[in-house]
């Protein structure tokens, strides 16, 4: 049986997209976006609890994101997580969760063109 590796999110873009060009003039954009959830804790008071996620987009998306996304705007998210591990300076593995994007939908613009 296939597995699902499924993301979506809806969330404001941390920072202005990291822009790239690797070998072969492949061009890719990384940047965060951020998640929000708002709820009443057992003394009724409003919590509000916000998760960060790390984006990786490729090529096409890349020149897409370094066109049109900026700090704070709002977009719908599809893609799949993937972890990659590394040594850090000490010798010890770590592990870095990120989503690797298959489309993005920008929701604040007035066009709201599907990318």
């Not at 996304?69 to 770590?94: A, I």
Request: charged share 25%; hydrophobic share 35%; net charge neutral.
């Amino acid at each position: 049986m296939k597995g699902l590796n499924k993301v979506t999110l809806i969330g404001n873009i941390g920072k202005d997209p990291e822009i790239q060009i690797l070998e072969g003039n492949i061009k890719v954009a990384k940047c965060s976006i951020a998640t929000s959830e708002s709820f009443k804790d057992s003394n009724g008071q409003n919590q509000h609890i916000t998760d960060w996620h790390n984006v990786v987009l490729w090529r096409g998306l890349a020149e897409l994101a370094e066109k049109y996304l900026q700090k704070g705007s709002l977009v719908y998210l599809e893609g799949k997580l993937k972890t990659r591990t590394y040594q850090d300076k000490d010798g010890q593995k770590r592990y870095f969760t990120e989503i690797i994007a298959e489309s993005f939908l920008m929701l604040d613009k007035v066009s709201n063109e599907a990318h």
